[in-house]
């Protein structure tokens, strides 16, 4: 099974803040990576696929990079709304998500 | 639009099994995969297994099978989740996502809202 690894756990960041989150594989998943946003007591929303991909109706501040087995999400000029958990999920093999990373506001 | 309805919460005590249903609308059921997925308590998301509207075709991981048993009802178009032999570490909010296709790819682009499901004696 693929084991997948975010960085950080947790982070604050402020309004406007660049915020950058890693997701490593522990093996090679070719550009099979997905990232999601999952607000409080919410569903998870989907942003990102194939690694770089950004779905329909994603904003532009959101955008992913890296291939094999690592990867980056980066949020460019953070809004209020973008609070939440991220996920990684690599679809290689059988789905798996990594731990997630918990952000918040300053 | 695309949209996923779940069934309400459950309880249910250790041993028992539950059921949950996922309705789908706003798009072909037959041309996108359907697959559940779990989350405890500040836990990550744990996937659960995947059905082929079309063919009834499954796919779990080696965790829940043989515990897991995902079918669906076409002219409903809904699509159910039953887990068996519940402990309480099965205690989770379950749900339902729809595959952009329709093999096991594994890409999760609309959510149902969650069934949460608390196992207790």
């Known amino acids: 099974d693929i084991q997948m690894t975010q960085s950080p756990s947790s982070l604050s960041a402020s309004v406007g803040d660049r915020v950058t989150i890693t997701c490593q594989a522990s093996?090679?998943?070719?550009?099979?990576l997905n990232w999601y946003h999952q607000q409080p007591g919410k569903a998870p929303k989907f942003l990102i696929y194939?690694?770089?991909n950004l779905e329909t109706g994603v904003p532009a501040r959101f955008s992913g990079s890296g291939s094999g087995t690592n990867f980056t999400f980066t949020i460019n000029s953070l809004q209020p709304e973008d609070i939440g958990t991220y996920y990684c999920?690599?679809?290689?093999?059988?789905?798996?998500f990594g731990p997630g990373t918990r952000l918040e506001i300053k | 639009q695309v949209q996923l309805v779940q069934s309400g919460a459950e309880v249910k005590k250790p041993g028992a099994s539950v059921k949950v249903s996922c309705k789908a609308s706003?798009?072909?059921?037959?041309?996108?995969?359907i697959h559940w997925v779990r989350q405890a308590p500040g836990q990550r998301l744990e996937w659960m297994g995947w059905?082929?509207?079309?063919?009834?075709?499954?796919k779990y991981p080696r965790k829940f099978q043989g515990r897991v048993t995902i079918s669906r009802d076409t002219v409903a178009r809904t699509v159910f989740l039953e887990l068996h032999s519940l402990r309480s570490e099965d205690s989770s909010v379950y749900y339902c996502?729809?595959?952009?296709?329709?093999?096991?790819?594994?890409?999760?682009?609309?959510w149902g809202q969650g069934t949460l499901l608390t196992v207790s004696s």
């Open positions: 706003g798009y072909t059921f037959s041309n996108h995969g």
């Open positions: 059905i082929n509207p079309a063919t009834g075709d499954t």
């Open positions: 996502a729809r595959d952009p296709g329709i093999a096991v790819a594994g890409t999760l682009d609309y």
């Open positions: 194939d690694a770089s």
């Open positions: 999920q690599q679809y290689d093999e059988l789905p798996s």
């Open positions: 093996q090679d998943i070719r550009r099979y």
